[in-house]
């Protein structure tokens, strides 16, 4: 039986988006050390000593048919700088949600991030036949919620105790899961207005 969610590699301008693999260990280890992300509280983001691990843990839910995980690519140095993913597949539903999701500080907020959605959601609406497209992030994840309203997408509602965060559990913390999604009908318009905002990037 086939994959909803074959391997793919997907090519842009500003981001190539590989199959994750073993080999890009020590990229995403220097890549994660910029900013030091994974004491964000608010997301999940590996150290840099839990990288492998969570490399395998990554390729694991592949083999189940649960992830496609990619590692992401800047062209111009040819590194590893950063992680995204099609992630809860649901090939009964054609549905997919994108998400674990995050970059080095130093390619953050620019035409990289940009591109390797539009690219996530030209390949799945386009070649996968998606009829929506998901993300979701923590309430307090600010910055991550302005993205993803930024592409187009739409506030499904607010999971509300959704998950326990184990950043913080020792305090009982526990996230508010915010949802957004792109459907199918919605993807020209949101289509046209990603091209916009690569164009810009590319004259600006």
Request: glycine share 6%; aromatic share 8%.
């Amino acid at each position: 039986m086939t994959s909803f969610v074959p391997p793919v590699t997907l090519q842009g301008t500003h981001v190539c988006l590989q199959p994750l693999a073993a080999v890009h260990h020590d990229d995403l280890v220097d890549a994660v050390r910029d900013g030091e992300l994974w004491k964000l509280w608010y997301t999940a983001i590996p150290s840099a000593e839990g990288m492998a691990a969570e490399i395998t843990r990554r390729l694991n839910l592949q083999a189940q048919g649960s992830m496609m995980p990619f590692a992401v690519i800047e062209p111009a140095s040819g590194r590893a700088v950063g992680m995204t993913t099609y992630m809860n597949i649901d090939a009964a539903n054609h549905r997919v949600e994108i998400g674990s999701t995050w970059y080095r500080r130093s390619v953050q907020r620019g035409a990289l991030n940009t591109e390797a959605k539009r690219l996530l959601l030209g390949h799945a609406f386009e070649a996968l036949h998606c009829i929506a497209v998901e993300f979701r992030t923590h309430f307090f994840n600010h910055q991550s919620r302005r993205a993803i309203e930024r592409l187009g997408a739409k506030l499904d509602g607010i999971l509300r105790s959704h998950q326990i965060n184990q950043h913080l559990l020792a305090q009982g913390a526990l996230r508010d899961t915010c949802v957004y999604s792109i459907l199918a009908s919605e993807w020209p318009s949101v289509k046209t207005h990603l091209d916009y905002q690569l164009q810009r990037s590319r004259t600006s």
